[in-house]
């Protein structure tokens, strides 16, 4: 079946160092999106991506869908205590016909050290 | 802000017996979602919903799981015959459309004893 794969599981920084995840599907995606879920909570939309290439930006939060439309990363530029939880990539696929179900990854928890 | 929300937000329940989650997706949303997260782990799919039917369903969801949209708020999980192996953490999600961001509820933690 298809699998989305999250690396690293586990990041620790120190707070003001850079963080990056990288999100890689076995199958091309139509779409991919963003989630960050606190822990104990759920899991929060950030952002989504559609074309092959896209990047997107949310203050110190960039977001790079690739040009095959099978991996995606996400960046953040001097990591914040508030920046804490799993980040959670999430793809749609497409069969030929509509599809509705997010595929999420593996998910990369990030602790920050302050 | 409109949100999603689902009762109950824990449940305890034997092993064989019923179980009822429920969940008020965001009024103006058509699309309607069950997803479940084993506590440590990525939240899996397992059914969405829309125009009244199943438009998609997971491997997880075999005979034992049901969905229902009683009224024109409510959307339920019902599981038949819980087994421990159920316990997780359930989320309700919805959407707008079928290719738009997904409105997560807060879940229900559903302890299988």
């Known amino acids: 079946g298809q699998q989305v794969m999250q690396i690293p599981q586990y990041q620790h920084v120190q707070e003001g160092e850079d963080f990056t995840t990288y999100c890689n599907s076995s199958t091309t995606l139509s779409n991919i999106q963003w989630y960050k879920q606190r822990p104990g909570g759920h899991p929060v939309f950030l952002i989504q991506?559609?074309?092959?290439?896209e990047v997107k930006k949310q203050k110190r939060l960039t977001f790079q869908f690739g040009e095959a439309k099978k991996n995606s990363s996400l960046h953040i530029t001097a990591t914040q205590t508030t920046d804490v939880g799993t980040y959670f990539c999430a793809g749609r696929v497409n069969y030929g016909g509509a599809t509705n179900k997010l595929i999420f990854g593996t998910g990369t928890l990030l602790a920050v050290q302050p | 802000e409109p949100e999603v929300t689902q009762t109950p937000s824990h449940q305890v329940t034997q092993m064989g017996q019923e179980v009822i989650l429920r969940c008020v997706p965001i009024s103006n949303h058509l699309y309607f979602y069950w997803y479940r997260q084993i506590l440590g782990q990525k939240v899996e799919f397992l059914v969405s919903?829309?125009?009244?039917?199943?438009?998609?369903k997971s491997e997880i969801f075999d005979d034992q799981f049901s969905v229902e949209r009683p009224d024109g708020s409510n959307f339920t999980l019902k599981i038949r015959s819980t087994k421990l192996e159920d316990s997780a953490m359930y989320f309700c999600?919805?959407?707008?459309?079928?290719?738009?961001?997904?409105?997560f509820g807060q879940g229900t933690r559903l302890t299988v004893v």
């Open positions: 999600a919805s959407s707008t459309g079928s290719n738009t961001e997904a409105f």
């Open positions: 919903f829309y125009n009244n039917e199943i438009s998609e």
């Open positions: 991506l559609v074309k092959s290439g």
